[in-house]
């Protein structure tokens, strides 16, 4: 890992909080992520399990951690299991954690951790002393891997080893724990922020008509790895002119031009933390009156959309009053005609053609953060704020986004020092 340690207190704390809402005698078992293949021997950089993360610290591959809070033997309540290492993998794949040093991440007691050839003679005496097992998967709605995860492998060996014990979904738990920010997630969410601001404002500097795509791409790499990121939190969209009206365009292959606007989407992530910036720019330096304008719509919706950003607001409910705020703007902006806004059908409002997805989404240990929809909106829940208007026919995309953290009394942008006023922008660009 490059990312400074962070303090095992965070993690006993989840695990505590998860034990909280767990049925009477009650084990759980998260596996960490596979290392996944690409072709001969090759295989994709690891990104574990975040459930896993969340509960133990560990990052590391062929991680097992099992919790049974009401185990009569105590050293069985929290057990960790990790990988054994060797001369052979130290020299081919470097330094593996040691049980001191999984103790010392993750609070996990030394006697309780074993390493993972051990999971079966271990698990045994553990899993015959519960009536539930809790098992995780993946419940994200925007799932769609046709991939099996190595906890899916488990949920199946597990119903045929143990056919009589009662399952669970541990799923809508993380989901619920998840969604409310500790303090010390707030703090890695704030330095990815911090590390994503000075890449942007590195890039205020860099951009200029004949810039390619790749060449922005570069830039913002260089500043996040060099500050102990990872790297980009999700693959960056680094879109000029037309380019910026497709949403997920990661082609990054064109050069800019003059008189374009480009739309960057680019995050770093920082000790497995997400944050999730976009920004609207002009190659050359200056907006023009009519970019301008469609700026400043965004930006109005966006403002008036962080307002609502509160605790006791509900999510479809918020949503519905920025499509009520976008459609004035497209109205003053000649896109829609309020005869015609008047008489749409409600459940497919007009401004969906130029503004076609969602304003905000749960952020975290996933960019998409896993959360409820239907929960409330409570203090510590961190959402991003990204309205866009998007118009094919002009070849010009506009979208503004900020990170947004609910507390009590209203929201804090944790974005609020990166530039987005239009003067502010041009000024920094020209300078």
């Known amino acids: 890992m490059k990312y400074t340690a962070i303090s095992n207190d965070l993690f006993t704390r989840n695990r505590q909080r998860l034990a909280g809402l767990l049925k009477p005698k009650s084990v ?6 596979d290392v996944m293949p690409t072709n001969a021997d090759g295989t994709m950089g690891f990104r574990q399990n975040n459930d896993l993360f969340y509960l133990s610290g560990v990052d590391q591959e062929e991680t097992i951690l099992v919790l049974f809070p009401e185990h009569p033997d105590e050293k069985f ?44 003679k271990v698990f045994i005496q553990m899993v015959f002393e519960a009536e539930h097992l809790y098992l995780n998967s993946n419940e994200h709605t925007r799932n769609s891997s046709e991939v099996e995860s190595r906890e899916a492998r488990g949920i199946r060996q597990f119903k045929e080893k143990y056919p009589l014990h009662r399952f669970e979904r541990l799923a809508p738990l993380m989901h619920y724990l998840r969604a409310i920010k500790q303090p010390e997630e707030v703090t890695l969410l704030r330095e990815a922020v911090r590390i994503t601001e000075d890449g942007f404002r590195r890039l205020l500097k860099f951009i200029k008509p004949g810039v390619w795509e790749y060449e922005i791409e570069a830039e913002l790499l ?20 037309a380019n910026a009206c497709v949403l997920h365009y990661t082609q990054n292959n064109q050069a800019c031009k003059a008189g374009e606007v ?29 970019q301008k304008a469609v700026y400043q719509a965004v930006l109005h919706v966006m403002k008036e959309a962080k307002k609502m950003l509160v605790p006791g607001n509900v999510w479809d409910d918020y949503h519905r009053e920025v ?11 000649g896109l829609l005609d309020r005869h015609d806004v008047e008489k749409q059908d409600p459940d497919a409002p007009l401004y ?19 959360g409820n929809k239907y929960r409330k909106f409570e203090a510590g829940m961190v959402f991003t704020c990204e309205p866009g208007i ?15 953290l609910i507390t009590e009394t209203g929201n804090v942008d944790l974005m609020d020092s990166i530039p987005v006023e239009i003067e502010e922008i041009e000024d920094l660009m020209n300078q």
């Open 323 to 333: 499509g009520k705020i976008m459609e004035a703007q497209l109205i003053g902006l």
């Open 352 to 370: 969906r053609k130029y503004f076609m997805h969602g304003t905000s989404h749960f952020l975290g240990l996933d960019v998409h953060d896993v």
């Open 77 to 120: 309540r929290e057990v960790l299991f990790l990988r054994e290492t060797s001369e052979l993998i130290e020299i081919w794949e470097g330094h593996k954690l040691t049980k001191e040093e999984a103790e010392q991440t993750s609070g996990i007691s030394r006697k309780s951790i074993f390493w993972t050839h051990e999971f079966e």
């Open 262 to 290: 480009i739309l960057l989407d680019v995050a770093a992530e920082y000790g497995n933390y997400n944050a999730d910036l976009t920004r609207s720019l002009p190659v050359n330096g200056r907006f023009t009156d009519r």
């Open 222 to 241: 260089h500043e996040f790895v060099r500050q102990r990121s990872r790297g980009f939190a999700y693959e960056p969209i680094i879109a000029s002119g």
């Open 390 to 404: 998007y118009i094919r026919q002009e070849g010009l995309g506009i979208r503004l986004e900020n990170n947004i």
């Open 28 to 33: 759980v078992v998260l596996n960490a992520n």
